[in-house]
């Protein structure tokens, strides 16, 4: 007896949403102008047109990593640079 209570809201609040997503909104069908209604559809282009394509995951990873290196590299040779003439 319990459950029957839960179990009877539960279907009746599913039933409500339901009817709400059935119903007609006239406001929205009256927006469109008629040049809007006649107006011809925009040229659909290739997705590749639209986007630049992006690198490979895997071609960015080692370029990122080349550049990560040359970097510590360039630094490593800075700090030994500075250790030597700091003595």
């Excluded at 290739?46 to 690198?55: I, M, S, T, Y």
């Amino acid at each position: 007896m319990s459950h029957s209570l839960p179990m009877t809201l539960l279907c009746a609040s599913l039933s409500l949403t339901a009817l709400a997503g059935c119903s007609n909104d006239p406001e929205l069908k009256n927006q469109l102008t008629p040049e809007l209604r006649n107006a011809d559809y925009p040229t659909l282009l290739p997705v590749e047109d639209l986007a630049p394509l992006l690198p490979a995951p895997a071609e960015e990873s080692t370029r990122l990593e080349n550049v990560l290196d040359a970097r510590a590299n360039s630094l490593q040779r800075r700090a030994d640079a500075l250790r030597r003439a700091a003595h």
